[in-house]
């Protein structure tokens, strides 16, 4: 008898053994006979995620913290093992949250191309990211204490405004109110009444668009006009003519331009001897300025320009005289 009870005992300690183990291995996440991957993460503060929590993947435990330890550059790491069989994302990253309103946390694992829409993650992420290293980036969202104290001084600002809102809307305040609504509708009236006498404007302004596009339809059919006679003329010559004329007159002033060119030429060429007679001449120009030569004396001397003159009177007297008296100069005799 004594013998069975030790052995229900032992059997009893065994189990209860058993239990504790099983239930240690079970609360601390230990997957028994699979391999294991470590990961690192990096992050500025991990807020509560503490060892042992939750490394979650879409909403399922796919592994759990292993460690969280300081690093240089005020950087936090935490080793994050993934169960055997997991695949994380291709280029992941780590958000570390609170999980439940009793203060646990997790590691959620989501692609880097699917981040919350919210700045101060992508931040974050990006941040870590820079960092490099191998590391995967990770971000941390405020926990349900700092919100609500977040909440807690939003909602004390509110009443602050509030009071000072309550304070400063009294009656003289309802006053100016009630007269800034009536001065807001004397100026609308101001305003009817200036749309309208604008509206005239606007009518008035429409007719004589209305007449110019009138008149300039007037134009285009005058210029549609001209340019039916201007067909008219391209039809029967005309314009081809005046064309040819003008081909024939610009050769003509190119052959002109041409003969130009070859006088200038010509005069270049000569351009040596034209110098030679412009300084003859100039210097027979001097002579005769400073009266000097045959020429020089004859143009300063009105002697010879008297002499001259008097010349001509006796001449014409001796031609006179010889055709009243041709036998007193001339004798005739046949025989």
Do not use: C
């Amino acid at each position: 008898m004594k013998r069975e009870n030790e052995f229900a005992v032992g059997i009893v300690v065994i189990a209860a053994f058993v239990v504790v183990v099983g239930g240690a291995l079970w609360l601390s996440g230990a997957h028994i006979g699979r391999t294991e991957a470590v990961y690192t993460a990096r992050f500025r503060t991990v807020g509560g995620l503490n060892v042992g929590d939750p490394v979650v993947l879409r909403g399922v435990r796919v592994g759990r913290v292993e460690g969280i330890r300081l690093a240089s550059g005020n950087w936090v790491q935490a080793d994050l093992k993934i169960y055997a069989g997991t695949q994380p994302p291709s280029k992941p990253a780590v958000i570390a949250a609170s999980a439940s309103l009793f203060g646990e946390w997790a590691a959620s694992l989501v692609p880097l191309d699917q981040l919350p829409n919210d700045p101060n993650i992508r931040q974050a992420i990006a941040e870590a990211q820079a960092a490099g290293g191998g590391k995967w980036p990770g971000a941390t969202l405020p926990d349900i204490g700092q919100l609500t104290a977040q909440a807690s001084r939003i909602a004390t600002d509110i009443a602050t405004v509030s009071s000072r809102i309550q304070t400063a809307f009294d009656s003289e305040a309802v006053n100016e109110l009630r007269r800034s609504i009536k001065d807001f509708g004397r100026i609308a009236d101001r305003l009817v009444q200036v749309t309208n006498e604008q509206a005239d404007v606007v009518g008035s302004v429409g007719t004589n668009l209305r007449q110019g596009s009138e008149a300039m339809a007037r134009a285009a059919n005058q210029v549609q006009a001209t340019l039916g006679r201007v067909d008219s003329a391209t039809n029967q010559g005309q314009l081809a003519t005046i064309l040819n004329n003008s081909a024939t007159t610009s050769a003509n002033l190119k052959s002109a331009s041409q003969d130009f060119r070859d006088l200038l030429d010509a005069a270049h060429k000569n351009q040596e001897s034209l110098v030679r007679v412009l300084t003859a001449a100039d210097t027979v120009m001097s002579r005769i300025a400073n009266r000097s030569g045959t020429l020089g004396l004859l143009v300063s001397d009105s002697t010879l320009y008297r002499e001259t003159t008097l010349t001509m009177i006796q001449l014409r007297q001796l031609m006179s005289d010889i055709q009243a008296n041709p036998r007193k100069y001339f004798s005739f005799s046949v025989f």
